[in-house]
């Protein structure tokens, strides 16, 4: 693979830089690879291709390309820490091919911009905790505090439209917290689409290209982790082990929030009424309507109001199109295996709350995902996070 013609453009209200991605080894047809904000960023812009290097190196490892050679130069400790991360995935993703050679020239010296961190900012749990625990815990002088809030095109969300609406929805958290929205857009993603490839490989690699195309405004760019550190599950392509591996000498990438699971994030949230009224957590875009971006009936959007419900936050919001906790409702939900562990958190508190048949639900769903016995993986749920309680149902039953 071979990365080259860097360049710059200006249309439609719109700052452009884009480079040339040939395959060498892949039967796939060349692609041109672009990051574009609106004009008023544009000084924000990369004019070098660490950004490049960064959404092609797992796509041209995945697909067996021998090498990627850079017709630039990128800094030598991006350089090493991409040599990091594909060691990682490979043993993580069970890529069984050659290692790839990177063929670049390394730039001398880092070219820093004033100290100044973003966030990445969907609306979703993970990335307004990332917002909420930085303003609760760095002064605004500190170089940490976060003073731009990134929203990216072309990953989860592709339709122009939707995109306006999460843009709109995000404005007013934005406003609260003190940063500056700043909207890019990419087809990064167009190197490989598969998901299983996204989830397993390539998001924080994707991520921190997005990042570093922003390089001329920004030295640090946190990345909100999607799990605590006591439920890290491999493979995966978004890791503490893995992230920082992405920055350079000009930009620092930080995997935040692992040391709070996913109803800690929650509770985080449940005092900060702004977020409470604009989060995003559906991934169901074509269930979007401009008031709320929620579906409220898919996996995600019911596990999220169970963990509201628990924190005592779900009579505050009203971000989600249907509220159905019915015992029914929770139970025909269909959801990934990877999601058990969002369940298991929840059964004593949705017990404490008052809905055993919730609790019962969840620590039936982290039983099924598990697998093995489940007879014995049931008894052990119930023994350690029901107080026996099933087993004392079953002897009235029985």
Known sequence: MKISDLRTSQANGQAQVSAMVTWEDSDRPAQTVYFATPLEFADALT?????FLLAAVMPALYHGERRLAVQGTICPVLHEGVRVAMTLLQEWSRIRRSPLILETGLRAAARRAPDRAASFLSGGVDSLAT???????????????????????????????????????????????????????????????????????SIGSIFGSVAHALNRRLTTAYLASSADVWNLHLPTGTHPMLDPNYSSGDLVIRHDGYTHSRLAKVAL????????????????????RPETLNCGRCEK???????????????????????????????????????????????????????????????????????????????DVDRRYLAGSLSRVKRVLT
């Open 47 to 51: 004019t070098d291709l660490d950004a």
């Open 131 to 201: 917002l909420r625990n930085n303003r609760l815990h760095y002064p605004r002088s500190h170089p940490a505090w976060i003073k731009d809030g990134i929203i990216v095109y072309g990953l989860e969300v592709e339709q122009p439209q939707a995109f306006d609406w999460v843009l709109d929805r995000l404005r007013p958290v934005a406003r609260e917290a003190e940063v500056t929205l700043v909207p890019i857009y990419t087809n990064v993603r167009a190197l490989e689409r598969d998901w299983v490839f996204w989830h397993d490989v």
């Open 269 to 288: 949230l449940a005092d900060w009424p702004v977020a409470l009224d604009h989060l995003r957590v559906c991934n169901k875009i074509a269930s979007y």
């Open 301 to 379: 959007c019911i596990r999220t109001q169970m963990e509201l419900l628990c924190v005592g936050a779900l009579e505050r919001t009203s971000v989600f199109q249907v509220v159905d906790l019915s015992a029914d409702a929770v139970a025909s939900v269909i959801f990934n295996a990877s999601a058990f562990r969002g369940y298991r958190e929840l059964i004593g508190p949705l017990r404490a709350a008052g809905r055993d048949d919730l609790s019962r639900l969840a620590a039936r769903k982290v039983v099924l995902a598990t697998g093995g016995d489940w007879r014995s993986r049931l008894a």
